[in-house]
């Protein structure tokens, strides 16, 4: 079957994805201490977005660039302290993704 679909980069795909942001942060630690005692801080790489860097001895979470892919949610579950209390943006905020 023949594909239909235009060919297009994923990074030109991602290059039309437009965000509208809440003020409030979707994506909250329920306690930071947990991230400083984590050893894998894996929602550091996994995240596509860099959301989540480490700086200053605590975890900073740039919430308002996140593609909602929910990497981070796993990771932090699977590979991290369970710190990480995920949600989607309220009110149908966040990402619009305009070519999938
Ligand atoms: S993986 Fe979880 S516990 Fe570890 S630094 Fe990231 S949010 Fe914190």
Known sequence: MAD???RIPLSERLGTT????????????SDPALCQRCASRACI???????YAWE?????VSYENCLETGACR????ELGNHALV?????????????LG
């Open 4 to 6: 239909t679909l235009p």
């Open 18 to 29: 437009a965000f509208d942001s809440d003020k409030t942060t979707h994506l909250t630690l």
């Open 45 to 51: 790489p996994v995240c596509p977005a860099q959301v």
């Open 56 to 60: 200053n001895d605590r975890l900073r």
């Open 74 to 77: 796993i990771a932090c579950q």
């Open 86 to 98: 995920w949600a989607f943006p309220a009110g149908g905020r966040g990402v619009k993704y305009r």
